[in-house]
């Protein structure tokens, strides 16, 4: 109601993450995707952050400069975190999608688990340089797509293509929506207890790509996608100061240009490995 006011009803304001897809923890933020439906203001960014300054909002952070621009803050009534990002199209597409998986109840739990081990250790923020929860998500998911009988199906096979343009350049966020009947009986425990074996041991993070569309893994060299760069552990022990790419190759299911370890951060990079041996010792 507040940015339509300030903008003259010329937005759209959709949410879209946890809220929507149900792998949200009760702890998780509130994902906004506002979107201009005529010419987008100049400095729009500030234009909100004075606005939600002005309506009494809390601890209000903006990052203009991201490929997808953000507004943080919290609300001091409701005690949420607020992402506002403009023009997030894509994000909404793949939270429909990640929706459409968690149609399956235990998957929607199995996920919720993962997400919560990696908020409670710390691992779960882009800004801090470790995984986003949607990262997490995605592994979760793919684990689930491995594990025989699947728990996950492949919803990027058999399915109508719906191609969009976004940016200047188009993607096909179309997935099969049909209900997905597991044979899969393991207990939740023993879906996480195999969730870390697999990418604590058995995962290798130099040839190996998490790809949901795909099903299964996709190899980093087919994918362009093999590490360079120093090593976490060079970077954190001064020893090289260059920048690594590729760290724990993980493909966006819509936008395969997309890695989603490009925010991690050589410490970053250490505790998400500590975290994994610290469950497997
Ligand atoms: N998203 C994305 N690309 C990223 C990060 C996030 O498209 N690199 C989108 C996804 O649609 C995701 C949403 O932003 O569902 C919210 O991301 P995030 O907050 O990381 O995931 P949630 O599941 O909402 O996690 P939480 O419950 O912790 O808020
Ligand atoms: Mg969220």
Redesign the pocket.
Known sequence: KILSRRFNNNVTVET??????G???N?????ICLSFNKKTPTRVMDKISRLLFEEGMNDIRSIPKAS?PIVKFSDPRSGL?V?I?LD?Q??????DM?KSYAQEHRLQQFVQMV?YWA?RRDI?E?FKGTL??????LLAIQHAQMIQPPLAPNRQIDFQSKPVSFQGTMYDVGFNNDEFMTKNKQSLASLLLSFFDRYATRWDWESMVVSIRNGQPLSTREKKWEHKGPLPLEIVTGADEGRMEHIMPIE?P??HE?D?S??VRAEGAMSIQNEFLRVIE
């Open positions: 879209f993450g946890s809220s929507k897809t792998f949200s923890l702890s998780g933020d509130l994902d997808v975190d992402d990002s997030n894509l994000a909404i597409y793949n939270s990640l997400k908020s779960n882009a986003s929860s949607y990262a997490w998500t966006d819509f936008n997309h989603l490009r925010v």
